[in-house]
């Protein structure tokens, strides 16, 4: 008789990251079932989203000058592109679940990297998915006035979670429908906006007539009475602007970055992508590029149809407030109501598709983390199909909380503080793995290091001290969550058990296939 290879139940405790269990529970069960299209989709679904239907309105009035908002997007994308460089090698060389999330474990201990986690875990995801499903609920209501905004935020949240907690290859085909239709999309409105003719856009009275009692000393109070609207334009796009390199544009950059948030999510799902040295680096380098392109162009639009000073609306409240749905009023300028309300409903499903996207790969993030020991070992359990059904059940619940005791604005300002963080955690766990461990095997070595490590580090430390200097309250609000982050942590951590591994052995071959 064969000898029983199998693990013995016994109370020998195996502590989170020990090496002789390779600081992984269930990591083998992983099926590689994600191809690299399908990979390189998951990252563009991801960053192709709320942001750049929202955050280039809620910098406008700001920024002031087209310069500043061309330049915000340029230096949010070199950001997003240097650390995709040095994440890309890390992913290459761990092609595990959360591949980011492991690197810091393994480079800054345990403790970073659930620092590391918690942030990707309940900024990065959590909080942004609840957004994105608010922000889809507004445009729904914008398409549907009597319908509620959180009721649809938890619809959507409920039906996605439904797919993605069931089955791996079903959500991934999901995803892959839903991008093709998101690019196309965004195309569309990008031809338009250079193809299309316009008369130049005109503040509404009530926005000018708001400006003049609230803001007199503002760029729109100044509009000059009767002027016609060719002179309203030049006078909004000559109107002094904050300087290059500015606080204000610093804090603008740490909003922006909320649009490019999404790149690194193959390497969240890097345990079930096909050949993932060569696939994942593929997927989160060409991301960038093309996702960053793509938001040029389509600010360039937006530019062209509104100055920068005139993208504000009246709030409920009678006060000026950014314009939230820019995209929306961009395609009704250009394409007309009926046109305007076509891609208003087609955004809705491209919001669809992002939340997507996150349901998918947020799950593999709380799995790796009860792997490590870092969370409840339940929330590590797969179901036969391979996916992490627990996971996802406890963060559609968790979103949909947020949805219900928050507002977005206030859900929104620290967002790209404390994923700034996470990133630079990344970028230092990546150096030092280059530093003890220069022999590894690196199927993708990123270009000209140190360089995009050390650029999104310096970059990433001027974000946060300009949103100081412009602004302290996110910068303090996300000094209070890392702090009761770090207090939670005893409540959720504890150290792994072999009957937590009874049956790693039966899925070795098809996690280790590349």
């Given at each position: 008789?064969?000898?029983?290879?199998?693990?013995?139940?016994?109370?020998?405790?195996?502590?989170?990251?020990?090496?002789?269990?390779?600081?992984?529970?269930?990591?083998?069960?992983?099926?590689?079932?994600?191809?690299?299209?399908s990979a390189l989709g998951i990252c563009?679904?991801?960053?192709?989203?709320?942001?750049?239907?929202?955050?280039?309105?809620?910098?406008?009035?700001?920024?002031?000058?087209?310069?500043?908002?061309?330049?915000?997007?340029?230096?949010?994308?070199?950001?997003?592109?240097?650390?995709?460089?040095?994440?890309?090698?890390?992913?290459?060389?761990?092609?595990?679940?959360?591949?980011?999330?492991?690197?810091?474990?393994?480079?800054?201990?345990?403790?970073?990297?659930?620092?590391?986690?918690?942030?990707?875990?309940?900024?990065?995801?959590?909080?942004?998915?609840?957004?994105?499903?608010?922000?889809?609920?507004?445009?729904?209501?914008?398409?549907?006035?009597?319908?509620?905004?959180?009721?649809?935020?938890?619809?959507?949240?409920?039906?996605?979670?439904?797919?993605?907690?069931?089955?791996?290859?079903?959500?991934?085909?999901?995803?892959?429908?839903?991008?093709?239709?998101?690019?196309?999309?965004?195309?569309?409105?990008?031809?338009?906006?250079?193809?299309?003719?316009?008369?130049?856009?005109?503040?509404?009275?009530?926005?000018?007539?708001?400006?003049?009692?609230?803001?007199?000393?503002?760029?729109?109070?100044?509009?000059?009475?009767?002027?016609?609207?060719?002179?309203?334009?030049?006078?909004?796009?000559?109107?002094?602007?904050?300087?290059?390199?500015?606080?204000?544009?610093?804090?603008?950059?740490?909003?922006?970055?909320?649009?490019?948030?999404?790149?690194?999510?193959?390497?969240?799902?890097?345990?079930?992508?096909?050949?993932?040295?060569?696939?994942?680096?593929?997927?989160?380098?060409?991301?960038?590029?093309?996702?960053g392109s793509l938001y040029l162009i389509?600010?360039?639009?937006?530019?062209?149809?509104?100055?920068?000073?005139?993208?504000?609306?009246?709030?409920?409240?009678?006060?000026?407030?950014?314009?939230?749905?820019?995209?929306?009023?961009?395609?009704?300028?250009?394409?007309?109501?009926?046109?305007?309300?076509?891609?208003?409903?087609?955004?809705?499903?491209?919001?669809?598709?992002?939340?997507?996207?996150?349901?998918?790969?947020?799950?593999?993030?709380?799995?790796?983390?009860?792997?490590?020991?870092?969370?409840?070992?339940?929330?590590?359990?797969?179901?036969?199909?391979?996916?992490?059904?627990?996971?996802?059940?406890?963060?559609?619940?968790?979103?949909?909380?947020?949805?219900?005791?928050?507002?977005?604005?206030?859900?929104?300002?620290?967002?790209?503080?404390?994923?700034?963080?996470?990133?630079?955690?990344?970028?230092?766990?990546a150096m030092l793995l280059r530093h003890?461990?220069?022999?590894?095997?690196?199927?993708?070595?990123?270009?000209?290091?140190?360089?995009?490590?050390?650029?999104?580090?310096?970059?990433?430390?001027?974000?946060?001290?300009?949103?100081?200097?412009?602004?302290?309250?996110?910068?303090?609000?996300?000094?209070?969550?890392?702090?009761?982050?770090?207090?939670?942590?005893?409540?959720?951590?504890?150290?792994?058990?072999?009957?937590?591994?009874?049956?790693?052995?039966?899925?070795?071959?098809?996690?280790?296939?590349?």
């Amino acid at each position: 008789m064969a000898p029983d290879h199998r693990p013995t139940r016994s109370r020998f405790r195996v502590q989170p990251g020990d090496p002789d269990n390779g600081g992984d529970a269930r990591p083998e069960q992983q099926r590689r079932v994600i191809g690299p299209g399908s990979a390189l989709g998951i990252c563009i679904g991801s960053m192709i989203g709320s942001g750049i239907f929202a955050v280039t309105g809620q910098i406008g009035p700001q920024l002031v000058s087209p310069l500043n908002i061309m330049l915000a997007w340029i230096l949010a994308g070199v950001i997003a592109l240097a650390g995709a460089l040095t994440l890309a090698e890390v992913a290459a060389m761990r092609p595990r679940a959360s591949a980011q999330y492991v690197v810091v474990h393994e480079m800054l201990g345990p403790r970073l990297g659930y620092v590391n986690g918690m942030i990707t875990l309940l900024i990065g995801y959590l909080a942004s998915m609840a957004a994105v499903a608010m922000i889809a609920g507004a445009y729904v209501a914008r398409l549907v006035p009597d319908v509620d905004e959180r009721m649809i935020a938890t619809v959507l949240l409920l039906g996605l979670g439904g797919v993605h907690a069931a089955t791996v290859v079903g959500g991934t085909r999901l995803n892959d429908v839903l991008v093709v239709l998101k690019s196309a999309v965004v195309v569309l409105l990008a031809v338009a906006g250079f193809t299309v003719t316009t008369e130049p856009f005109v503040p509404s009275t009530s926005v000018l007539e708001a400006a003049r009692l609230l803001e007199p000393g503002s760029v729109l109070a100044t509009v000059p009475v009767d002027a016609t609207a060719a002179a309203i334009d030049a006078h909004l796009r000559t109107a002094a602007s904050p300087p290059l390199l500015s606080a204000t544009l610093g804090a603008a950059i740490v909003a922006v970055t909320f649009a490019y948030l999404g790149w690194s999510n193959a390497a969240d799902v890097a345990g079930e992508v096909r050949r993932p040295g060569r696939n994942v680096p593929i997927a989160i380098v060409g991301s960038v590029l093309l996702v960053g392109s793509l938001y040029l162009i389509v600010n360039l639009v937006y530019l062209r149809v509104v100055p920068p000073a005139a993208m504000v609306e009246v709030g409920p409240d009678g006060r000026l407030q950014p314009m939230t749905s820019i995209g929306a009023v961009v395609a009704e300028r250009l394409l007309g109501p009926v046109g305007g309300r076509l891609v208003t409903g087609a955004i809705v499903l491209l919001l669809a598709s992002t939340l997507s996207v996150a349901v998918m790969t947020c799950g593999r993030v709380i799995a790796a983390m009860a792997w490590k020991g870092e969370l409840p070992a339940a929330a590590g359990g797969l179901n036969r199909r391979g996916a992490p059904t627990v996971a996802i059940a406890a963060q559609i619940a968790a979103s949909i909380g947020i949805v219900w005791i928050t507002g977005l604005r206030s859900l929104l300002e620290y967002v790209g503080v404390l994923v700034t963080l996470a990133v630079v955690l990344t970028m230092l766990s990546a150096m030092l793995l280059r530093h003890r461990r220069p022999d590894d095997p690196r199927p993708f070595r990123m270009p000209l290091y140190p360089l995009p490590p050390l650029v999104s580090i310096g970059l990433g430390g001027w974000l946060v001290a300009s949103a100081a200097a412009e602004d302290w309250i996110p910068v303090a609000a996300a000094a209070g969550t890392l702090a009761a982050m770090v207090a939670a942590r005893p409540l959720l951590t504890r150290p792994l058990e072999i009957d937590d591994i009874d049956d790693i052995g039966d899925h070795d071959g098809a996690s280790r296939a590349s």
